[in-house]
């Protein structure tokens, strides 16, 4: 057999070789730079690969090859199994922006006096002399910075997935880190080290689910590449029964990522035990990044099959936006209220997954599944991120507090923080005016053009249901009295002010002038194969 030289596109993928790149120059720097200098140099080093790689996403998105008169744009990188086009662009700008911030809130050191929000010696057993020597002499792990980078690599690399030994690869990346980052918590720490082992065991099940599917899959079509099972579904060369059980344990795979119901299980736990910062990375970054691979798998690779596969996701955005919301309404604590609106808005956002339509059929002017989608994973993950940054702010006697009765009197002892923790809630209940609200009448509006009007009238009513859990919490804060004491705000250092300021700024402008990112959605076009 000849070799064929593999053709690497490295000017299309240096977004990805510089997060990759950054991410290895931070494990050189946990084994060679000093102790004393090492906070400064991951810092530096990965807001300077983050922000090198978001000038990349732009350089590539101006000069990349159009297709249809601008319908869809980009090119298949690597052997065509990484599709740079314009949603995988535009999922890449938006993980980096989340990116950003959520390193600003690693780095945040003011909170705790002087320590950040990670555990001096993570090996050490919760409440030996070992971890309080290491609290007491202020260690921190630096190497969760290149952690997370990895974990923003694999972020990049799962939506752009051609093929489905690439997107499992993309999977895996993104989720070991996160595992890691869960357990690191300075404060409770045999809650977070539980957060993370239940994280890693339901993970690791899903990602044999994942795997199945992909080999039953291939069994298929005879490949595991995107366009080679669109060719097979289209021309339906296997056995149907292959395809549709593949189809449903990938379905596992992918839909553990986002929380789905009835795959959800672990989110509540993970969100409260890990540390804040992580939540709130997690929280926004994989939503955003999950859901670009749901995309493409099933538009690009099943989007001839969708006839069977949309019954399946009707029935999961039902039950996710239903159970989302009536079980956030039950909890007690700040963090598993917001991990549980998640799965809420998990099943809004499949709800504009079910809006996928051909072009043929789209009228004048109507915006396209993608472009929905798109649009609200932005507007979930700036007012998440912003959500959580409020929430580290907020402590008692004991340090950060998440208890939500904790919180009654908020909004007399900080009217600021309590007035930008309830805009966050408002634009996540879908509320004129915010983010939120546009993004809700997007998915909505495809949805209902794409016949899933029975979906779009349960999201209406759990949008109800929704925005009383929300409103309970506003309630909480500005309306019951303090107990004890009451709560106390920290005022953090510049870090954390910036990443609440821009989600909150985001947030206002994306529900008053939803334009111009509306336009550049449109502009990323569709998938391409």
Known sequence: MEFTKPSVEYFELWPLLVVFGAACLGVVVEAFVPRALRYASQVGLALAGLVAALVGVVLVARDVQTYDDGAARGILAVGGTIAVDGPSLFIWGLVLALAIGG????????????????????????????????????????????????????????????????????????????????????RRRLLSQEAALKYFLLGAFSSGFFLYGAALLYGYAGSMDFAAINEAVRNDVGSSSLLLIGTGLLSVGL??????????????????????????FMAAGTKVAAFGAIMRLFYVALGADRWSWQPMMWIIAILSMFVGAALAITQSDIKRLLAYSSVA????????????????????????????VLFYLTTYGFATLGAFAVVSLVRDAGGETTAIDRWAGLGKESPVVAAVFAFFLLAMAGIPLTSGFVGKLAVFSVALAAGAWPVVVAAVLASIVAAYLYIKVIKVMYFDEPVGDGPSVAYPSVLTATTIAVGAAVTLVLGVLPGPVLDLAAVAGEFIR
């Open 255 to 280: 839909l553990f990522k986002v929380g789905a119901v009835p795959f959800q299980a672990w989110t509540p736990d993970v969100y409260q035990g890990a540390p804040t910062p992580v939540t709130a």
């Open 345 to 372: 808005h998990t099943g809004f956002i499949l709800t504009g997954v079910l809006g996928l339509q051909a072009s043929d059929q789209l009228a004048v002017g109507e915006i396209t599944s993608v472009q929905a």
């Open 103 to 186: 390193i600003l809130l690693f780095a945040e050191r003011h909170l705790d006096g002087g320590s950040s929000a990670f555990a001096g010696q993570a090996s050490a057993v919760p409440g030996t002399d070992a971890e309080t020597a290491a609290v007491a002499a202020r260690r921190e792990h630096t190497e969760v910075y290149p952690l997370m980078m990895f974990a923003v690599f694999g972020m990049m690399l799962f939506p752009a997935a051609n093929d489905l030994l690439t997107m499992f690869v993309g999977l895996e990346v993104l989720s070991l880190p996160l595992y890691l980052l869960s357990g690191l918590a300075r």
